[in-house]
């Protein structure tokens, strides 16, 4: 289905987000021919420049950044109705002066009024500008749709995410906000509600009878590289856990939605974060790990220590990885921990939710020594591989009864021949169709940060106390192996 005559104004357009992912997704969406007919994009630059230098610099853009090989008659014609506008919040009248020029671009394109305003701008950008277009009536649906598209970080702890709820909300429904998390964009974490709910076998079993315990795992070998100062002042747990982590946690733990419809869906989302125990400091002390990477090599590629990058504090205390144990105060999963764990400079990009099912009882094979019974675990992950697995124990081929280990492994490229993506296709594409079932709302978002609160302000409190050191290439701070030792288990290890 092709979306309706639109525009797309982007605020930031001059910056990486919207060269390296935004224009890259337009095209590959233009390549499936999923773009209105009547659609124009317009950039909204702080300086002026002209329509053909934006127009060079974001084909270049894509040249650099496209996921296919580019077909320059389809690049010309997509970036053609290129426009730049230039605004800054700072100037209310360039608002004004920007609302009459779109009105009449519009005009002449055919776009219907429908507007997408994407704000690939940094963070402190979005409430500045959000209420310039508020005050110029440009948020106002009169017939055609307006919506407003946001990027993380949302907020950086529970005060400031309600704080820019209540005022977003001021000047727009919820309806029209669409908050990306780019971890729904994800084949396989939208197949997550697939897999459970549309498959009869696994729903009876996924509960506090029959799972041990969850594990989610989003590893990474990069450094912080050139983004200190973002990254020094957010640190792993802001910048990966209320957000990416929480959505697969969510994702795996909701209740089953009565529809299929973003209302239905983004309730239980809510709903399942909101059910996160609250711990006190105390709690939150004991039930995490926090450690910092100091020099080393990750593979073949030498990675600084963290306290001696670029725009980092030299006596920083910013945790570049972090643990944490949590549970879920609801029917289905009382007494079932979830491990979550994150971050850089670690010797494999893992991305991974590890469901452990409770061992049978042994008592039929006590001569096999219980390491050598594998564990049983449903395995979604998206990195290294995508795709499900499930390890379960079978009988050695032999006249006696050994057993092992073994894994049954889905993966996705086995079986489709998905075109290589940016991942930003399908939100760039919902937020057209007003889709908004994989984007955020505003309940779901301060559940998240209610659930970490306790360990921002736990840590904070310790200062550098408490903050482990480790070396890159490795699974990070070995007191995060004694974080589930403790409690008898063990992080998977990777087969
Ligand atoms: C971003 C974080 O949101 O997600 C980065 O700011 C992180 O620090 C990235 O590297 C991870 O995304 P992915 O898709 O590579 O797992």
Redesign the pocket.
């Known amino acids: 289905k092709k979306p309706d005559p639109c525009s797309i104004v982007i605020f930031g357009v001059t910056g990486d987000l919207a060269h390296r992912l935004v224009v890259p997704s337009l095209y590959n969406l233009a390549a499936n021919d999923l773009l209105p007919d009547n659609f124009c994009i317009v950039g909204i630059a702080r300086k002026a420049m002209s329509n053909e230098e934006l127009t060079d610099s974001l084909t270049k853009g894509l040249h650099q950044f496209a996921t296919r090989k580019v077909d320059d008659a389809l690049a010309r014609r997509l970036l053609a109705c290129v426009t730049c506008i230039e605004a800054d919040p700072k100037d209310p009248a360039s608002f004004d002066a920007m609302r009459e020029q779109l009105d009449r671009l519009e005009a002449a394109r055919k776009t219907g009024g429908n507007r997408l305003f994407y704000l690939a701008t940094p963070p402190d950008a979005f409430l500045p500008i959000s209420k310039e277009l508020g005050r110029t009536g440009m948020l106002t649906e009169n017939g055609a749709w307006r919506r407003l598209v946001v990027e ?1 970080p949302f907020g950086t702890d529970l005060a400031s995410a309600e704080a820019l709820n209540s005022e977003l909300l001021k000047l727009v429904d919820e309806h029209q906000i669409y908050r990306i998390d ?2 729904l964009g ?1 084949e396989t974490v939208q197949n997550i509600l697939v897999l459970r709910f549309a498959n009869g076998m696994f729903e009876p079993i996924w509960n506090r009878n029959h799972i041990d315990h969850i594990q989610i795992t ?1 590893d ?1 070998k ?1 450094g912080v590289g050139h ?1 200190g100062s973002f ?1 020094d002042a957010t640190g792993a747990l802001r ?2 856990v209320p ?2 982590l929480f959505q697969l946690l969510s994702l795996v733990a909701m209740e089953p939605p009565a529809k299929f419809n973003a209302h239905a869906v983004r309730s239980e989302k809510a709903e399942v974060l909101a059910a996160i125990q609250t711990q006190s400091e105390e709690e939150a002390l004991r039930n995490s790990v926090r450690g910092q990477y100091r020099a080393g090599k990750v593979g073949d590629t030498e990675i600084d220590d963290y306290r001696k990058t670029e725009n980092v504090n030299p006596g920083s205390t910013t945790e570049t990885y972090a643990a944490l144990k949590l549970t879920i105060d609801n029917w289905r999963w009382a007494g079932v921990p979830f491990y979550l764990r994150t971050g ?1 400079a670690l010797g494999i990009k893992r ?1 991974e939710i590890a469901i452990k099912f409770k061992q049978a009882p042994f008592a039929m094979f006590r001569d096999t020594p219980v390491e050598r019974l594998s564990q049983n675990f449903l395995i979604i992950s998206t ?1 290294p591989t995508e795709g499900i697995a499930l390890q379960f124990n079978t009988k050695v081929p032999g006249p006696a009864i050994d057993i092992d280990g073994v894994e049954m492994k889905f993966r996705y490229k086995d079986y489709f021949q998905a075109e290589p993506s940016t ?1 930003y296709e399908t939100l760039i594409y919902d937020c057209m169709i007003g889709d908004n079932i994989l984007f955020q709302r505003a309940d779901g978002v301060e559940a998240g940060w209610q659930a970490v609160q306790p360990f921002l302000d736990a840590w904070k409190k310790a200062g550098g106390k408490g903050l482990k050191v480790y070396e890159p290439g490795s699974e990070g701070p070995e007191e995060a192996s004694e974080l589930l030792e403790r409690d008898g288990r063990n992080w998977r290890k990777l087969t």
């Open positions: 993380k780019h971890y994800k989003v990474e990069l983004r990254y910048d990966m957000n990416h850089k991305t990195e991942g």
